[in-house]
Structures are given as structure tokens and as C-alpha cells.
């Protein structure tokens, strides 16, 4: 009974393609993020959106880009995948955005390798 | 410039015996803080947290102290257990001046904890 989870959990692609990656939760929570661990291993916020609208855009490439469809899910499409894109993806969802204190349910993570 | 450090790569404990994890932070602004733990190939899960009104909150286990003029906060299991190896992540918030903290957390690079039986 997976609360949130991510597809695909690897993907290894050449740079330059395009690829998206899936989330979903059934938590009923009304805010999903997504995370990038990079090779130093610290979790940096990318995204958050508060049913369906966006609510933190931190400085990532245009070259991503999330969507979501609906409260319970939060794509994210990369275009012209580069070196540097690899890492592992993280997606999580919280009860509200307003607080801090209803902490965030992580998903497994996409572990991302470009070639 | 990374505002939430933990600067022990790792520490190894032998079971039975206390744990200490730390945590430092530089923005001043932050006023609530996390911990969370993360096996492999999972996602990482909340553990604990504290509000910068307080200075020590337990769960068990688990005792997260805050110091405010340190910036540092150090998360205490005692005992500890084989089943707490695992890395653990301290994350930081803060609220803006409408008291919404959009749910931004952020986190240090974690401290890789061993529990020897």
C-alpha cells in the first residue's frame, strides 16, 4: 500500500533525449515537491506545487519542467538531457504547504544515470 | 553555500550504547528543523522535529536538543539499535513574515549511522 511513489525507480539515458518522470501519492495530501540528490548526497528542493500551483520554482533549468495533472500527482519532464542531469529524484507530498510541521512523505527515488 | 552542515561523514556505535548526530546551520532565519532517516534504495522518513521556541523534544528513543546561539541541534538515540543504521538527514524552514513556510526544506548531506551488534 505505497503512499508515494515514483516511475520509473532507474533510467538510463543517452544526453540529449527527453525523459519524464512520474509521481503519485494517495495520501490525499494537497502538496507534492520534487528533490534532487546530487553526487554530494544533499537533498535540494526543486519544485513544490499547492494543488495544482506552483509555489516554489527554485533555480533549476528551464530545461525542466514539472506538471500536475492533479492534486495527486507531479511529473517531471526534462528536455535535452545533460551530464550533469544525473542523480536521484525524489518526489514527496505534505499535508499543507503552510507549515513545515506536517512533514513530507518521500517517495524512493528515480535514480537518473545520463551516458 | 550550504546553509545546514553535518560534517561527520559517518559514525560508527555499538549497540546498547548513545548515538549523537549534529547538526550545524548559518541562517539565523530558520525556525524549525527535522530529522529524517533513510535506508538504501528508499526514500528518506521523518523522525523528529523541533520548533525554535524549544530546546530539547523526545520521542522515545529519540531526543533532538536545539542550541539557537550555536545554530547547532544534535539528534541522541539512545539505545542504539542495529535496525537505526541507516543515513540520517538534518533539514531546516523558516516561515515568512505571513508565517507560511511553503514546506521549504532544507537539508544537510547527511551522517551515514552503523549500529554494531
Known amino acids: 500500500d505505497t503512499a508515494v511513489s515514483q516511475t520509473p525507480k532507474y533510467l538510463v539515458t543517452q544526453m540529449g533525449n527527453d525523459k519524464s518522470i512520474k509521481c503519485e501519492q494517495n495520501?490525499?495530501?494537497?502538496?507534492m515537491y520534487w528533490y534532487k540528490q546530487d553526487s554530494k548526497k544533499f537533498l535540494k528542493i526543486m519544485f513544490s506545487y499547492n494543488n495544482k500551483e506552483l509555489i516554489i520554482n527554485e533555480t533549476v533549468p528551464n530545461r525542466f519542467s514539472p506538471k500536475s495533472p492533479d492534486k495527486a500527482h507531479l511529473n517531471l519532464h526534462i528536455n535535452s538531457l545533460e551530464l550533469g542531469d544525473s542523480a536521484v529524484y525524489f518526489c514527496?507530498?505534505?499535508?499543507?504547504?503552510?507549515?513545515?510541521?506536517?512533514?513530507?512523505?518521500f517517495g524512493p527515488g528515480t535514480r537518473l544515470t545520463v551516458t | 553555500d550550504q546553509q545546514v552542515k553535518q560534517n561527520s561523514p559517518s559514525l560508527s556505535v555499538q549497540e546498547g550504547r548513545i548515538s549523537i548526530l549534529n547538526c550545524d546551520y548559518t541562517?539565523?532565519?530558520?525556525?524549525?528543523f527535522l530529522w529524517y532517516k533513510k535506508y538504501p534504495a528508499e526514500g528518506p522518513t521523518f523522525l523528529i522535529s523541533i520548533s525554535s521556541i524549544k530546546d530539547k523534544n523526545e520521542d522515545g528513543r529519540f531526543t533532538v536538543f536545539l542550541n539557537k546561539s550555536a545554530k547547532h541541534l544534535s539528534l541522541h538515540i539512545v539505545p542504539s539499535q542495529p535496525g537505526d543504521s541507516a543515513v540520517y538527514f538534518c533539514?531546516?524552514?523558516?516561515?515568512?513574515?505571513?508565517?507560511?513556510?511553503?514546506?521549504?526544506?532544507?537539508f544537510g548531506q547527511g551522517t551515514i549511522l552503523t549500529v554494531h551488534p
Open positions: 495520501l490525499g495530501h494537497d502538496t
Open positions: 533539514a531546516a524552514s523558516y516561515s515568512n513574515a505571513g508565517g507560511t513556510s511553503y514546506g521549504k526544506l532544507t
Open positions: 541562517n539565523s532565519m530558520f525556525d524549525y
Open positions: 514527496a507530498s505534505s499535508l499543507t504547504h503552510v507549515t513545515s510541521e506536517y512533514e513530507q512523505y
